[in-house]
């Protein structure tokens, strides 16, 4: 089973640049999720999709992040303009159902650096 | 709203030792408690998860934890540890309440000297 694949990796850009993450969960689960996971520090959800509508995003920037699922299935967060402290790893999981009783499912992550 | 503290940042043990890592929640309602683990270079994966029934839950690779609802709690345990736990570790809550979102702790690194 394939598992939850991010892209890019690795992204270096200076402060005010603009960057986009892409997601794309394994095949059939419904919730999907983007977390914030400065260094030293867990993991910081940003928000949580269900099919392809917002659930939670109450710690998301909204002035500077922006997520969207459009078809339920991959999604796409950006940060525009981006500020030294978004330096962060960026996780998507996903998991099978809103049920807590579901495991969640991280991918590799993508670590962005601000200069 | 709930929130989790791991107040031990970084745990040194030698092979075969006992380990027991700390984590408290504060959330007067149900919950449900996880431990994630995360190797080096690799993805967060789960570890072990309570959600009901008997309060000690057991996990994979020997690990197990406890819920302790009075001391709102939920230390990891391992009676001997590997090299190959070397890892970071992370206690997370979820409010039976609020859907399913998931907090996650700061996280206990754990080193293993062979």
């Known amino acids: 089973e394939a598992g939850v694949a991010q892209s890019p990796r690795y992204k270096i850009i200076e402060k005010r640049q603009s960057v986009a993450f892409w997601c794309n969960p394994i095949?059939?689960?419904?919730?999907l999720y983007w977390y914030q996971q400065i260094l030293g520090q867990g993991p910081k959800l940003l928000i949580q999709?269900?099919?392809?509508?917002?659930?939670?995003d109450s710690q998301l920037p909204k002035d500077r992040f922006s997520a969207e699922r459009l078809k339920g299935v991959d999604s796409t967060l950006k940060i525009q303009p981006a500020k030294l402290e978004d330096s962060a790893v960026y996780l998507c999981?996903?998991?099978?159902?809103?049920?807590?009783?579901?495991?969640?499912?991280f991918g590799e992550g993508s670590r962005l650096t601000v200069l | 709203a709930q929130s989790v503290s791991q107040h031990n940042h970084h745990v040194i043990l030698s092979e075969a030792a006992s380990l027991e890592l700390g984590c408290n929640y504060s959330?007067?309602?149900?919950?449900?408690l996880f431990w994630y683990v995360q190797y080096p270079g690799q993805h967060l994966q789960l570890l072990l998860k309570?959600?009901?029934?008997?309060?000690l839950v057991k996990g994979i690779k020997g690990f197990e934890a406890e819920f302790i609802k009075s001391k709102f709690s939920f230390n990891l345990r391992k009676p001997s540890v590997q090299w190959s736990d070397t890892a970071e570790y992370f206690c997370?809550?979820?409010?039976?309440?609020?859907?399913?979102?998931?907090?996650f702790g700061s996280g206990t690194r754990l080193s293993i000297r062979p």
């Open positions: 999981a996903s998991s099978l159902s809103g049920s807590i009783t579901g495991e969640l499912f």
């Open positions: 095949s059939g689960h419904a919730t």
């Open positions: 999709f269900q099919n392809n509508g917002v659930v939670d």
């Open positions: 959330y007067g309602g149900t919950v449900n």
């Open positions: 309570y959600f009901s029934g008997d309060p």
């Open positions: 997370a809550v979820n409010a039976a309440s609020s859907a399913s979102k998931i907090i």
